[in-house]
Nanobody
């Protein structure tokens, strides 16, 4: 059974930083990519950042490019999202996703496994 355990969310003032972690278990890590989505109240879920497998190529939404960095530790089967220069509009529940077996990586329906979500709140 695949499990994705997220951690690292919290509240921070604008301009601050947070690092999210997603530890995978029961998953062939490094085989089908991992990524982060977010969903703000009243808005649709949107893709934030992804890391492909096995190449480790990274992709970012325009809204976070230059501020967020996705990385991974293969030995720990963990993917990270370092978020710097946070803005109030980054406030959302952030979800870890794994298991991209084809399809558009920006589309949530393309991913097979999801974490429970972690809240990120950025105050102005």
């Amino acid at each position: 059974q695949v499990q994705l355990a997220e951690s690292g969310g919290g509240s921070v003032q604008a301009g601050g930083s947070l690092r999210l972690s997603c530890a995978a278990s029961g998953y062939t890590y490094g085989s089908h990519g991992m990524g982060w989505f977010r969903q703000a109240p009243g808005k649709e879920r949107e893709g934030v950042a992804f890391i492909s497998a096995p190449a480790g190529r990274t992709y970012y939404a325009d809204s976070v490019k230059g501020r967020f960095t996705i990385s991974q530790d293969n030995a720990k089967k963990t993917v990270y999202l370092q978020m710097n220069s946070l803005k109030p509009e980054d406030t959302a529940v952030y979800y870890c996703a794994a298991g991209l077996y084809g399809g558009n990586l920006w589309y949530g329906g393309s991913w097979n496994y999801w974490g429970q979500g972690t809240q990120v709140t950025v105050s102005s």
